[in-house]
Nanobody, 118 residues
Framework: QVQLVESGGGLVQAGGSLRLSCAASGRTFSWYDMGWYRQAPGKEREFVAAISWSGGSTYYADSVKGRFTISRDNAKNTVYLQMNSLKPEDTAIYYC???????????WGQGTQVTVSS
């Protein structure tokens, strides 16, 4: 089992920045690829960004490319999402995900609310 706890959400004006954190506990953090997803009201959960277990590869949704940066610190068992130039359409609950494909394992945090006002 992996427990994930997100933090750092809040209310920010358009153009502002936030940094989300996701602290992991349980199994070996460096075994897992990590990702951020979001779900806006009335919409399905969508992929935002992901980072490989080593941090060597990162992936982004087109909608956030150039504005968001995902990173991880395996010594601190934490993954981050730096969000800059925020837009009202970034408003959503943001979820942290731990994925280990070879073991068929997927874990989710409880989510953190991000609200961007225009």
């Amino acid at each position: 089992q992996v427990q994930l706890v997100e933090s750092g959400g809040g209310l920010v004006q358009a153009g502002g920045s936030l940094r989300l954190s996701c602290a992991a506990s349980g199994r070996t953090f460096s075994w897992y690829d990590m990702g951020w997803y979001r779900q806006a009201p009335g919409k399905e959960r969508e992929f935002v960004a992901a980072i490989s277990w080593s941090g060597g590869s990162t992936y982004y949704a087109d909608s956030v490319k150039g504005r968001f940066t995902i990173s991880r610190d395996n010594a601190k068992n934490t993954v981050y999402l730096q969000m800059n130039s925020l837009k009202p359409e970034d408003t959503a609950i943001y979820y942290c995900n731990a994925h280990r494909g070879v073991a068929g394992q997927d874990y989710w945090g409880q989510g953190t609310q991000v609200t961007v006002s225009s």
